[in-house]
């Protein structure tokens, strides 16, 4: 059984950055590739990034391409979402998951959720 927990969330002025991070439990933590998402307030979870097993392929959102940049290092089980520039409407709880089948920017095909970690940029 795999266990994602995020962390690395917090406030930040607009322009700044922050780096999440997703550790895995369970020793197949290499075998698949991981996605990110994020929940506004009052609004439906999105897609924000994927990464695939090996970290050599990566997907993003519109809404974060050229700001997010998703890597792993899977000698330590644990997945990163670089984000800078950040915008007020980045504010949201992120979650990992591990990619199961299907599209990889429908929340769908994933399983074992973290339980997130909230991002707030102010103005």
């Known amino acids: 059984q795999v266990q994602l927990v995020e962390s690395g969330g917090g406030l930040v002025q607009a322009g700044g950055s922050l780096r999440l991070s997703c550790a895995a439990s369970?020793?197949?933590?290499?075998?698949?590739?991981v996605g990110w998402f994020r929940r506004a307030p009052g609004k439906e979870r999105e897609f924000v990034a994927h990464i695939n097993w090996t970290g050599r392929t990566s997907y993003y959102a519109d809404s974060v391409k050229g700001r997010f940049t998703v890597s792993r290092d899977n000698a330590k089980k644990t997945v990163y979402l670089q984000m800078n520039n950040l915008k007020p409407e980045d504010t949201a709880v992120y979650y990992c998951a591990r990619y199961y089948s299907g599209s990889y920017s429908e929340d769908g095909g994933y399983l074992s959720w973290g339980q997130g970690t909230q991002v707030t940029v102010s103005l």
């Open positions: 369970g020793r197949t933590f290499t075998a698949y590739d």
